[in-house]
């Protein structure tokens, strides 16, 4: 996985690390080992999405706007972490939940925020964002099209946006 800082690609169903994956718009396309993003039906094998984490912030948390959490000074950061921290941990009565346990590294991270500055402070955006685009990917595996908007193609790429709404 290349980080989901603005975007990332995820493979539901597999380590994100596995050997032979990477992103391939360098080369004109998708991996040719991993289906388009079509509805995945809850079947196994090889599945490549990309998510924009803000969007699907906005529409898990049911918010107006997106969050402010990467740019602006740090506190204005910290505020926008803290309240993506608020989202995730409503994610554990969705459907499917989302369980963050308290003694994992993006909960500790969470709790020491106000130290965190520069470097360490995107760290911790970056984790948040990584949890937010494997979330996407579990919510797409588990609800497909049905709950999902996909916008793009198969030829050029698509961005999956859960719909919690359509649920």
Same mark, same amino acid.
């Given at each position: 996985?290349?980080?989901?800082?603005? +975007?990332? !690609?995820?493979? *539901?169903? $597999?380590?994100?690390?596995?050997?032979? !994956?990477?992103?391939?718009?360098?080369?004109?396309?998708? +991996?040719?080992?991993?289906?388009? *993003?079509?509805? @995945?039906?809850?079947?196994?094998?090889?599945?490549?999405?990309?998510?924009? @984490?803000?969007?699907?912030? $906005?529409?898990?948390?049911?918010?107006?706007?997106?969050?402010?959490?990467?740019?602006?000074?740090?506190?204005?950061?910290?505020?926008?972490?803290?309240?993506?921290?608020?989202?995730?941990?409503?994610? #554990?009565? #969705?459907?499917? @939940?989302?369980?963050?346990?308290?003694?994992?590294?993006?909960?500790?991270?969470?709790?020491?925020? +106000?130290?965190?500055?520069?470097?360490?402070?995107?760290?911790?955006?970056?984790? %948040?964002?990584?949890?937010?685009?494997?979330?996407? %990917?579990?919510?797409?595996? !588990?609800?497909?099209?049905?709950?999902?908007?996909?916008?793009?193609?198969?030829?050029?790429? %698509?961005?999956?946006? @859960?719909?919690?709404?359509?649920?």
């Amino acid at each position: 996985m290349d980080g989901c800082g603005s +975007s990332g !690609w995820i493979w *539901p169903g $597999v380590g994100a690390t596995r050997p032979g !994956w990477r992103r391939s718009t360098r080369q004109g396309g998708w +991996s040719r080992r991993a289906r388009r *993003p079509r509805d @995945p039906g809850r079947a196994t094998g090889w599945w490549a999405i990309e998510v924009f @984490p803000h969007p699907a912030i $906005v529409e898990l948390g049911g918010l107006s706007r997106a969050l402010r959490y990467k740019k602006g000074p740090p506190e204005a950061r910290r505020a926008g972490l803290r309240a993506l921290a608020l989202v995730l941990a409503g994610l #554990a009565a #969705a459907d499917p @939940p989302l369980r963050l346990d308290a003694d994992r590294l993006l909960a500790r991270e969470l709790l020491v925020l +106000s130290d965190r500055r520069g470097q360490a402070l995107k760290a911790v955006e970056d984790l %948040a964002d990584a949890h937010v685009c494997a979330y996407v %990917a579990l919510w797409w595996w !588990w609800h497909g099209l049905a709950a999902s908007l996909v916008a793009g193609d198969d030829a050029t790429g %698509a961005i999956v946006v @859960p719909l919690p709404g359509r649920r």
